[in-house]
């Protein structure tokens, strides 16, 4: 493996850690030379991408990764044609919205809006590559493919494990279909218990009519506020943000990176 592909798996294995890490395991985690591994986080804690919390200490990433990753999103005008339609639907819906856009065979989540003000907000981490297999996102995403199309791509990535995710988790291709398929019929995805136990997620497709799908727009919440009742409610307007977004999308070149 080159230095350049052991320097880009240092970070993305850093991306992952809350608590700094031992030059030790991030070597063993990564199956690299411990001198080789020192070397390279050398040269990222000069260049101001990792830090140690104390002489010959753990290592811990800056913010400067993250910086240059939200100024990336700031020129694209992404948020500034989002946030808005977020916003509003996340007012309406009390949970919270999450845009995820389509770069390739990947799908992340970059702009969010939380619409509890009270109680339990599930909100995790911006920045993330969609699970396909067990999140509604990503179900609305396949939605808009092949069966053979979806299957390809969640083979690339694997499935989600009832054990890190929900206990709903589809775990083979039947079960997975099963999903994909009520999400065409009704136009949006919907899921309970699959990303995590007690939550329930809708997702409907950002798409712009003879195009394919540019990003995701999705509601996640407790299964106690966000019933299968309460989703149904909240179709028509998921949908109609979707349009929006598709409509607007025009105004940034980060919605037309889908190939």
Sequence with gaps: MSGVLRTLGILEYLCTQVEAVPLAAIADDLDIPRSACHRLLVDLKNAGYVRQLRDHGDYILTTKLVGMGLGFLATSGIVDIAQTRLDRLAETSGELVRLAIVDGDRLTWVAKAQGALRGLRYDPDMGMDTILSCSATGHAWMQTM?????????????????????????????????????????????????????MTAMAAPVQRRGYPAIGVISIAGPLSRLSEARMKELGPALLSAAAELAAASHASALFNRTS
């Design 146 to 198: 092949t069966d053979e199309r979806a299957l390809e791509l969640v083979l690339k990535q694997g499935f989600g494990q009832p054990r890190q995710y929900g206990p709903n988790a589809p775990t083979t291709v039947k079960a997975l279909l099963g999903f994909i398929h009520k999400a065409r019929e009704r136009g949006y995805a919907t899921i309970n218990e699959v990303f995590a136990p007690a």
